[in-house]
């Protein structure tokens, strides 16, 4: 698949206490998930293009919507859930995606938003 209407991002939302509190076998179940949504990917007709956890929010820098862009430490919104990863895939549907997406650890609030078409 190469047409970029079937693209997709999968953005992951967490807490990012709950990794930082979780045992190590915790944590290794947690990327047990990760593996396994990425081994069955074709199960459910999703090419995986590019994938990536993101550093905590605290090594963050936002750039406020001012004349002066005004650049700040740490996130944008002041929320207990912070954007901690994404998976940028490929699949003929969203509900593709989805189905998919319900492999991932049941912790994350999950968006899937189609990559625009410019």
């Known amino acids: ?13 967490e807490d990012e206490q709950a ?3 979780a045992t190590p076998e915790q944590q ?21 293009l590019s994938s990536d956890a993101l550093q905590p929010t605290t090594t963050a820098t936002t750039l406020r919507p001012d004349a002066d862009r005004t650049a700040t430490d ?20 969203q509900d593709d995606v989805v189905a998919h997406a319900r492999l991932l650890p049941p912790s994350y609030t999950i968006e899937v938003r189609p990559v625009a078409i410019l």
Do not use: K
């Open 74 to 93: 740490g996130p944008f919104a002041e929320t207990t859930e912070h954007l901690g990863g994404f998976y940028l895939v490929e699949a003929a549907t």
């Open 19 to 21: 990794w930082a509190d």
């Open 28 to 48: 290794e179940a947690y990327l047990d998930r990760h593996r396994d949504y990425e081994t069955r990917a074709g199960d459910h007709g999703v090419a995986i």
């Open 1 to 13: 698949m190469t047409d970029d209407r079937t693209r997709w991002m999968v953005l992951l939302y």
